[in-house]
């Protein structure tokens, strides 16, 4: 019942805060107990906007959504922070563009939003078809406003998501022009790895049977970690 006091906290203490953080607790329909997300945060107060994007795209340590989050009215209207709202999982661009914007950020370890897990709701029951659509748009936006000074660090965030959605849009032109903005900003040199599994991801995607054997081996490298 004190969540918004928890997240306003810190705030009141130093008025330089842009942006705060809490815990997240997922309950899962017809479970008995809360299970904490994966990526739960200690405090950390985060002072210059490379600090900010070093938790999120490199500890990952920041979910990518737009609730359980305070961010300054000014902030939004300056930078123009809104939501596209012919979209689903609209965070994901938000989030991107105030990524390139927070100067200083504040995350508190209490849990302070808990979040239900329905069957049947919108992004649980969408057909695979539409959502690979709109999931298309999303990666168009973000590899088309890459920002100039990390765009390296934000392709390598990007580029796991979009090739378990490539993969199954083989006739996309979305897809195969985001695919050319991270071809050019991960290179075999500094980023083997991301390279090669974008390349695997244009090679596979064309036949049904590549498409199988390139979920096989993403389960295995997931379930090897």
């Given amino acids: 019942s004190d969540c918004i006091e928890k997240l306003a906290a810190p705030v009141e203490r130093d008025n330089t805060i842009d942006f705060v953080v809490g ?33 999120y795209y490199v500890k990952k340590n920041i979910e990518t959504t737009a609730w359980n989050k305070l961010i300054k009215k000014d902030m939004i209207t300056r930078f123009s922070l809104f939501f596209d709202e012919n979209l689903y999982w609209e965070d994901a661009p938000w989030m991107f563009y105030v990524m390139q914007h927070v100067s200083h950020a504040y995350l508190i370890n209490d849990v302070t939003y808990i979040y239900h897990r329905h069957p049947g709701s919108i992004t649980t029951s969408l057909d695979t078809k539409r959502m690979l659509v709109y999931k298309g748009h999303i990666y168009e936006e ?65 036949t049904w049977p590549g498409r199988q054997l390139f979920h096989y081996i993403v389960r295995f490298a997931l379930n090897t970690r």
């Fill in 23 to 55: 815990n997240v607790e997922e309950r899962s329909e017809g479970s008995r107990g809360a299970v904490s997300m994966p990526k739960k945060h200690e405090q950390a107060d985060l002072r210059t906007n490379d600090e900010v994007r070093e938790y």
């Fill in 142 to 206: 973000i590899t088309n406003h890459f920002s100039k000074v990390d765009s390296k660090r934000e392709a390598r965030f990007y580029i796991m998501g979009f090739c378990l959605n490539y993969i199954e849009s083989p006739k996309s032109r979305l897809y195969a022009q985001a695919a050319r903005k991270f071809k050019k900003e991960l290179s075999f040199r500094h980023d083997l790895h991301n390279r090669s599994l974008l390349l695997a991801t244009s090679m596979m995607r064309k």
